[in-house]
T-cell receptor, first 112, second 116 residues
Framework: AQSVAQPEDQVNVAEGNPLTVKCTYS??????LFWYVQYPNRGLQFLLK??????LVKGSYGFEAEFNKSQTSFHLKKPSALVSDSALYFC??????????FGAGTTVTVRA | DTEVTQTPKHLVMGMTNKKSLKCEQH?????MYWYKQKAKKPPELMFV???????INESVPSRFSPECPNSSLLNLHLHALQPEDSALYLC???????????????FGEGSRLTVL
């Protein structure tokens, strides 16, 4: 089975500082990786995905992620965090037909 | 704004009630999903419909009964639920790019269910 791990339950940053949310993966074959964000009392929203190609993937709301095969990582980054980026972030990997395996989630808090 | 619409947003039901959750999308997606999510946890897959046929049932108890009347609609019928079934129920849809492989999921806002 394919899986992802998010090693940090919580990330706290000051507004304007860089934001990184970590994700590592364990797959056989080529990974299809995703990041989703969930704002309070909302559904999940797709941010970006990596399937193949350029290791730096750009997504919604100024987020980007870097696929690193040697470190089996797919960290989510934003150069300058906003208070409105405070949310729950999930990394996910395709795990069979129609299935995603989600990480446990990382709660991001951006303080003003 | 989400393009997957779920109703109702909130539902409170007793253990003997029968209720339904509804989901609608008009993006032309041919795969539709039900997920269950507990607070601060990742969503758990329950059912997947592909081209209106049930493709995946993740060993969900029979008190949950899915239905896909057409390519735009997905229902989840609830009967004789238990308090531990209280959760956020998320509907999602996606394109089917080839058998079993889908594009990214588009989620609705969810239906928050409380079972008394």
């Amino acid at each position: 089975a394919q899986s992802v791990a998010q090693p940090e339950d919580q990330v706290n940053v000051a507004e304007g500082n860089p934001l990184t949310v970590k994700c590592t993966y364990s797959v056989s074959g080529n990974p299809y990786l995703f990041w989703y964000v969930q704002y309070p009392n909302r559904g999940l929203q797709f941010l970006l995905k990596y399937i193949t190609g350029d290791n730096l993937v750009k997504g919604s709301y100024g987020f980007e992620a870097e696929f690193n095969k040697s470190q089996t990582s797919f960290h989510l980054k934003k150069p300058s965090a906003l208070v409105s980026d405070s949310a729950l972030y999930f990394c996910a990997v395709r795990d069979g037909d129609y299935k995603l395996s989600f990480g446990a989630g990382t709660t991001v808090t951006v303080r003003a | 704004d989400t393009e997957v619409t779920q109703t109702p947003k909130h539902l409170v039901m007793g253990m003997t009630n029968k209720k339904s959750l509804k989901c609608e999308q008009h993006m032309g997606h041919r795969a539709m999903y039900w997920y269950k999510q507990k607070a601060k946890k990742p969503p758990e897959l329950m059912f997947v419909y592909s081209y209106e046929k049930l493709s995946i049932n993740e060993s969900v108890p029979s008190r949950f009964s899915p239905e896909c009347p057409n390519s735009s609609l997905l229902n989840l019928h609830l009967h004789a639920l238990q308090p531990e079934d209280s959760a956020l129920y998320l509907c999602a849809s996606s394109q089917v790019e080839r058998q079993g492989y889908t594009g990214e999921l588009f989620f609705g806002e969810g239906s928050r269910l409380t079972v008394l």
